[in-house]
């Protein structure tokens, strides 16, 4: 599968979307085709891991993540991710809980598996830039989530920017308690002030390329 821009950019694969963060134009990557996964090929698929790497089976077709993805999944998501029914009554309506990760937050899901690609990306040479810097601005807790997901993953550099005053007591901790490769800075203003520094440093190209950056 190819990716492209929402702003009309050129073709990439996955690892250029994955490593990029944002296209070049400024625009988000999204596939080029839209895949159809029929539940029938969910039925051998006996935990959240397999069923993470079944749906996402498509979206790796051709790269070279493609054949790691199980393991991928199983080592970014190990950790209880629970399906509670909402009624007693069998196949009624059910939640599936996604908070019970390393900073109890849903987006430890995400931003565990993104971290866990990339590292296989940089590993494998497919890109010759290390370390990447991950830039992220933050009301809380995605950057805690960023932070505990690559905390000395090789490769990889984090600095977490977030508004001084406006997070909470438990929230500034998660994100300061680091430290290695990772870096969290308190910023003068709200999280549109942070937003805007990192939106800032994408589009000047030269910084850009200096620091490697992704988010």
């Not at 250029?16 to 051998?44: H, N, Q, W």
């Not at 931003?111 to 991950?134: K, N, Q, S, W, Y």
């Amino acid at each position: 599968m190819r990716y492209v821009s929402t702003r009309g950019g050129p073709i990439v694969g996955i690892e250029t979307a994955i490593m990029g963060g944002t296209a070049e134009d400024g625009g988000l990557y999204v596939p080029d085709v839209l895949p159809v996964v029929p539940p029938a090929d969910f039925s051998a698929a006996d935990d959240f891991p397999a069923v993470a790497a079944k749906l996402l089976e498509p979206f790796f077709a051709g790269s070279s993540l493609a054949s790691r993805l199980p393991e991928i999944c199983r080592s970014a998501l190990n950790f209880p991710l629970p399906l509670r029914q909402l009624e007693t009554s069998p196949g009624s309506l059910a939640v599936l809980e996604l908070f019970h990760g390393p900073t109890a937050a849903f987006k430890d899901v995400g931003a565990r598996f993104l971290a866990h690609c990339m590292e296989d990306i940089i590993r494998d040479g497919v890109f010759a830039i290390a370390p990447v810097t991950v830039l992220v601005a933050t009301s809380g807790d995605t950057g805690g989530a960023v932070a505990s997901a690559y905390y000395r993953r090789p490769g990889t550099r984090v600095i977490v920017l977030f508004p001084e005053g406006r997070v909470s007591p438990r929230q500034q901790h998660q994100l300061t308690c680091w430290g290695d490769n990772v870096q969290s800075l308190a910023v003068r203003g709200s999280f549109d002030d942070c937003q805007r520094l990192v939106k800032q440093a994408f589009v000047e190209p030269e910084f850009a390329a200096l620091w490697d950056l992704s988010s």
